[in-house]
């Protein structure tokens, strides 16, 4: 049995169905446990306070918002390769809620950067790069409104998500050319030898998990309901031939 | 390819507009900007190179959508994708004639409005050279994003939203190099790195374009 087979739409929809309650169900317990651990049972940062503790939904959503575009460049370069529907179907599924995931993110550092750095915005590289990232995301989703023939609108945004990847991440480098930045330095890397301090470090774990998660419901359910209205606009097609 | 050039290049001079349009747009954007910044010459030549590069840069995306546009409508797009030019270089020689319709002449014009707005002497050379760097990748990206909404009917604002992000890394770097020039800096690195995203961008698009035009005809 190789991945491929998931591909099929009648099989994903008889796999999904069952993962989909769930999945949202670990979603919300992770999200409300991380969350409640953060906010009530963290202490206070020495400088920041509690605005410290936005970064239990700052750094989440942010890591999601890149997270969403690489599995949009992942199911576009499958659908342009292989052609599999359910494919081109979650990369559209997935754009809406890469959308509010980069949204999450710019406002709740806002709130966050009006106390500490005395400004809800600036022109840093890194909110910048978000500001762009955002910009690519409302583009792919209006060239996905726009064209009204599916197959086509799966191959043109697909191109536009792989050129697009190669121009955000242009972007992502130029921006530190332009400005040096007021933004830290990442919260969390694979490689560091010490991440955040261990009390908001394992509630921060929790909660990107919980993130993870939700996406992962999201984009299924959202796959689901593109795959029905599929089924339906087939069938009305066949009941207009009839 | 040279006749295909040829044929672009008088039917963008015989349609009248193509020269004419673009730069007198790029005028009335240099002309509006005192209007909301107020007078003040040091101002005006603070913001100088951003308003030129953006200026520019707006120019160019104004005729994007008549590239392809008139082609697609006749049926010479069809006939383009069937002849034994390879639709990769039929969209480079659209960039290039879009260039040479726009962006050449914004180039050259550019100086003369850079005295408009009071811009600093030692910027000169580097508006010149950078738009001269720059403008190609901004005519090649558009092109791109023609292709993609050729089969649209209402595709004209829909292509700025797409083209306008793809133009971020050549508009930053082009208006960073006049600014350092303006500032008396070294302006190498800037003008550098542009014509590296000039030189991708005309390694990698032609063949998103042209993918993207057998999409469209199909």
């Known amino acids: ?242 | 390819m040279i006749a295909l050039l040829k044929r672009d290049l008088a039917l963008a001079l015989r349609a009248g507009g193509g020269f004419g349009l673009g730069l007198a747009f790029f005028l009335i954007v240099v002309v509006l900007v005192p209007f909301g910044v107020g007078p003040e010459a040091d101002i005006l030549s603070r913001i100088a190179p951003g308003i030129l590069w953006v200026g520019a840069l707006l120019a160019a995306l104004l005729s994007l959508d008549r590239i392809f546009a008139l082609d697609f409508e006749d049926g010479s797009l069809a006939l383009l994708a069937t002849s034994p030019l390879p639709l990769e270089a039929a969209g480079m020689v659209k960039a290039a004639a879009h260039w040479i319709t726009t962006g050449l002449p914004l180039t050259l014009a550019a100086p003369l409005f850079g005295f408009l707005l009071h811009m600093q002497s030692t910027a000169y050379p580097y508006l010149l050279i950078s738009l001269l760097i720059g403008t190609p990748a901004l005519s090649m990206i558009g092109t791109f994003g023609a292709a993609l909404t050729v089969g649209l009917r209402r595709g004209g604002l829909l292509l700025s939203l797409l083209v306008l992000p793809l133009y971020v890394p050549t508009l930053l770097f082009g208006a960073e190099a006049v600014r350092r020039g303006a500032a008396g800096l070294d302006a190498t690195s800037a003008l550098v790195l542009q014509a590296g995203i000039t030189a991708g961008c005309f390694a990698i698009l032609p063949f998103a374009t042209a993918a993207v035009l057998r999409i469209n005809l199909r």
């Open chain 1, 1 to 242: 049995m190789s991945l491929w087979e998931y591909a099929n739409p009648r099989l994903f929809m008889s796999w999904t169905r069952p993962v989909l309650p769930w999945s949202f169900a670990l979603a919300g317990a992770f999200l409300v446990t991380g969350l409640v651990w953060g906010f009530f049972f963290t202490p206070d940062d020495f400088r920041q306070g509690s605005t410290v503790k936005i970064i239990y939904l700052h750094v989440p959503s942010a890591l999601m918002a890149i997270n969403a575009w690489i599995m949009m460049l992942v199911a576009s370069l499958v659908w342009v390769v292989r052609r599999h529907h359910v494919s081109a179907l979650a990369a559209r599924a997935a754009a809406p809620v890469g959308v509010v995931m980069t949204l999450i993110a710019l406002f709740t550092g806002g709130i966050w950067g009006q106390p500490m750095w005395g400004t809800y915005w600036a022109w840093d590289p890194r909110l910048t790069s978000f500001l762009i990232l955002f910009l690519f995301y409302l583009g792919y989703i209006a060239l996905w409104e726009a064209i009204e023939d599916s197959d086509t609108a799966a191959d043109l945004t697909a191109v536009l998500c792989i050129v697009g990847s190669i121009f955000a991440i242009l972007s992502r480098y130029a921006v530190h050319f332009w400005n040096q930045g007021l933004h830290q330095g990442s919260s969390l890397s694979l490689d560091a030898e010490q991440n955040v301090a261990d009390v908001f470090y394992y509630p921060l774990l929790v909660c990107i998990a919980g993130f993870i998660l939700l996406f992962i419901a999201l984009v299924l359910m959202r796959t689901r309901t593109e795959i029905r209205a599929r089924r339906i606009k087939a069938l009305q097609a066949r009941g207009r031939h009839a």
